[in-house]
């Protein structure tokens, strides 16, 4: 009897749910380990590429356990906002240094390839196998002139894109002013989900520009701003949970506490993953996610609904998410070789 009250009452699945953010750590946790039997290398840099990569992995599989617990429990709420802000900041940190060496030269042509055409040709999956839209619905969605929605944040990274392809070619001189006006723009003229990432892809830019430095950068200074990113992103984490403030739900204040809860918890994700032993962190499975993540995102959305009642369901449907999107990529390499 006090079982069965125990888990009406969400007891259960709150278990669920803990098993599936265990499970993650421990499969992530069990390849790192197996891998580093053959690995010597014991340290990376915070800007090595390898390293990113993983912080790839780790923000995507933050962003579907979210997705995925979410069906049992709102603990694991902030975790999809913390993996998008990893996202964004890594993003643009990685063209910023891609800027740097090649230029700007192909950018247009390589993001087709990498970020609308996988887009486009999934979602006409959608709309001829699934989804039950019209036309217009359908065009809106792929030319990202929705700002809401399941794939929100493709509008929103393609929206950066252009900016970063606008500032960068037309007005670099002044490209602090094209990022603030992003900001204002992504707070005051979008909706609650852009708004609270509204400083990860600018900070990106500065990271970049500040590279040496962060290449620089030595544990008991990176234990000092781990810190302060933790406290802050606490702090309004706590604050959030306060009745009179969830009042104002949907409000610009709102908005201004969710940003100090995602972007501070990013960054505090990423200091803590560099200051552990690379052994643990850079692992196969990790990197897979990592290397898949955009696809990872693409797919993982549309299986939701299928989440049960227990754990192994959302497990499986990390893994044929990872199946189908390791088909996706191979297919788009194939056509962008072409």
Known sequence: MYINHYCNFGGCKMIQALILFLSVIAICAISSCICSLNNT??????????LTECFRGVAILLIMIQHLAGHWTNVFTPFGGIGVAMFLLLSRFGLNESCKKNG?????????????????????????????????????NVFSVEQSGYYWYIH??????????????????????????????????????????????????????????????K????????????????????????????????????????????????????????????????????ALCGLLSYELYLVHMQMLENVGAYATSALMIIL?????????????QILQKQ
Not at 41 to 50: A, G, L, W, Y
Not at 254 to 277: A, Q, R
Not at 320 to 332: D, F, G, K, Q
Request: net charge positive.
């Open 41 to 50: 290398q014991v340290s990376f840099s915070i800007c090595d590429r390898k």
């Open 104 to 140: 700007m030269g192909g950018f247009l042509t390589k993001k087709f390839y990498r970020i609308w055409l996988p887009f486009f040709l999934f979602y006409v999956f959608l709309y001829l196998f699934k989804e039950n839209m019209d036309i217009l619905s359908f065009l809106r």
């Open 156 to 217: 929103y990274l393609i929206r950066c894109y252009i900016v970063f392809w606008i500032v960068n070619k037309y007005v670099k001189k002044y490209k602090w002013w094209g990022y603030f006006f992003l900001v204002v723009f992504s707070f005051f003229a979008t909706h609650s989900l852009c708004a609270e990432q509204c400083l990860s892809f600018p900070l990106g830019v500065l990271l970049s520009d500040k590279k040496e430095y962060l290449l620089s950068l």
């Open 219 to 286: 544990i008991k200074k990176a234990i000092v701003y781990l810190a302060i990113f933790l406290f802050l992103g606490i702090t309004c984490l706590l604050i959030k949970q306060l009745p009179m403030v969830r009042e104002y739900f949907g409000t610009y204040l709102y908005f201004f506490v969710e940003l100090g809860i995602k972007l501070p918890l990013g960054v505090s994700v990423m200091l803590f993953l560099w200051m552990l032993p690379s052994r643990y962190v850079v692992g196969p499975f990790v």
């Open 320 to 332: 044929l998410s990872l199946l189908i999107s390791y088909s996706m990529h191979y297919v788009m």
